[in-house]
C-alpha cells in the first residue's frame, strides 16, 4: 500500500513541485489548499508531469472543525508537509495581524490533528528570514535567531517555537524544519511554475512580468546597501531542487533515520547574488532587456544573506543540481507559456 502524505497548501508554488516529486516517488498526495493564493489548475500541470492527480479537498486550515473531518476522512496518513502561509513580507509589515492569525492558527490546528490521529512525522516549510541579518556568512543551522524583520518572518521564528513545544507532550511527533533561502525558478516542462495573484513579491516573478510586458518596469529596491553593487544579496535555489529536499525529509522520518526529534536544515545552494547579478544573468540568458529603476529600500528586506549547506549536504545526501542560468531559463519559458 502506497505511503499516504498529506500536503498543505500544495497547489502552491513549491508546494505543487514536491507534490511532483513525491508521487514520482511513489506516495499517495493528499493536498488541502484553499485557494487564497493558488489556481485549481494547477492540479492539472501536477498530473500531465507526474501521471497521477493528487487527492483536492479545498479548505481553510483555520477551520478546526472541518481539519477535524479530514483527518478522520484520511485514517491511514503517515506524515505531513505544511506549507499552506502568506508569504509577503511587505504584505506583512502593512498587515501583522492577518499574517498571525493565519500562519500560527493553522499550524496549531495541525498539530492538535496529529497528535489527536497519532500522525508522527511532520516536515515544516520554515525560512531563511528566522535568522534575520546574521553576523557570519555564509550562514549555519547553528546560526543565533535574531529578532525578525517582518510579522512574516516572525510566524516561522514562532511556528518553529510552536512545533518544539508540542513535541514536549506529544512525544511521537518528529519533525524537521527545513529553512528556505529564495526558491526560484519553473518545473522544466513549464507546466507548473510561480503563478503569483496579482501583483508579484518575489523578484523573479516580477523580472518574467515585466519581460514579457505584463509590467512597465521592475523596480530594485535599494543601491545602497554595503554590497559589491550595493543591491540586496540572497541564495536564490532552483524551486525543482527544493522539491526534493522535502520527499528526503519525509523519507528520513518515515524511515526513523532523525538523528533527534527535531531538526532543523537549510537548504539554498550557498551562492550569494544580487539583485543586479540577476537582472544581469536573466538578460544574458534570455536575450530580452529588461527596464528596471532603482527606488528607495523596502522595508523588512535584509541586506544579505546566503546559506552554508554542508550540513544538508552531509546528512540528508542533498545538493542542488541547476544553475542559476538554468533556473532563470526556467522561470521564463514558464512565463512564456502561461502567457500563450
Known amino acids: ?27 499517495e498526495v493528499i493536498i488541502i489548499d484553499n485557494l487564497s493564493n493558488s489556481k485549481i489548475e494547477v492540479l492539472d500541470g501536477i498530473e500531465k508531469i507526474a501521471g497521477k492527480r493528487p487527492i483536492f479537498e479545498q479548505f481553510d486550515l483555520c477551520d478546526f472543525n472541518r481539519l477535524d ?5 484520511y485514517p491511514n496518513l503517515e506524515a505531513v508537509i505544511h506549507f ?10 502593512d498587515l501583522p495581524l492577518k499574517y498571525y492569525r493565519n500562519n500560527l492558527i493553522s499550524l496549531i490546528n495541525l498539530l492538535e490533528g496529529m497528535a489527536k490521529y497519532n500522525i508522527p512525522n511532520f516536515v515544516f516549510s520554515s525560512s531563511c528570514t528566522v535568522y534575520g541579518q546574521p ?7 547553528k546560526a ?9 518572518g516572525n510566524t516561522k521564528q514562532i511556528s518553529e517555537e510552536i512545533i518544539q513545544d508540542a513535541q514536549i507532550p506529544n512525544k511521537a511527533l518528529k519533525a524537521i524544519s527545513l529553512r528556505y533561502f529564495n526558491p526560484i525558478g519553473a518545473h522544466p516542462t513549464s507546466l507548473i511554475g510561480e503563478l503569483p495573484l496579482g501583483v508579484p513579491n518575489n523578484l523573479v516573478p516580477f523580472i ?6 505584463l509590467r512597465d518596469e521592475l523596480k530594485v529596491f535599494g543601491n545602497d546597501y554595503n554590497t559589491p553593487d550595493g543591491s540586496c544579496i540572497r541564495d536564490y535555489i532552483n524551486v525543482v531542487d527544493l522539491a526534493r529536499a522535502h520527499v528526503i525529509a519525509i523519507n528520513r522520518l518515515i524511515s526513523g533515520k532523525n538523528k533527534s526529534l527535531y531538526e532543523v536544515f537549510n537548504l539554498g545552494t550557498g551562492q550569494g547574488l544580487s539583485v543586479l547579478e540577476i537582472i544581469k544573468t536573466f538578460q544574458k540568458v534570455t536575450g530580452v532587456n529588461l527596464k528596471y529603476k532603482i527606488v528607495s529600500r523596502r522595508p523588512g528586506d ?24 538554468e533556473t532563470l531559463l526556467s522561470a521564463w519559458n514558464w512565463e512564456k507559456n502561461i502567457q500563450k
Open 1 to 27: 500500500m502506497k505511503k499516504q502524505v498529506l500536503v498543505t497548501g500544495g497547489t502552491g508554488y513549491i508546494g505543487s513541485h514536491t507534490v511532483v516529486e513525491l508521487i514520482n516517488e511513489g506516495f
Open 135 to 141: 553576523d557570519i556568512l555564509p550562514v549555519t543551522e
Open 302 to 325: 535584509i541586506e544579505k544573506v546566503w546559506a552554508d549547506t554542508s550540513f544538508a549536504n552531509k546528512e540528508l545526501g542533498w545538493k542542488t543540481l541547476k544553475t542559476i542560468e
Open 144 to 152: 543565533p535567531i535574531k529578532k525578525a524583520l517582518s510579522p512574516y
Open 208 to 213: 518574467t512580468q515585466t519581460a514579457i510586458g
Open 84 to 93: 499552506a502561509a502568506f508569504k509577503a513580507v511587505g504584505e506583512s509589515v
Open 69 to 73: 473531518l479530514f483527518f478522520k476522512k
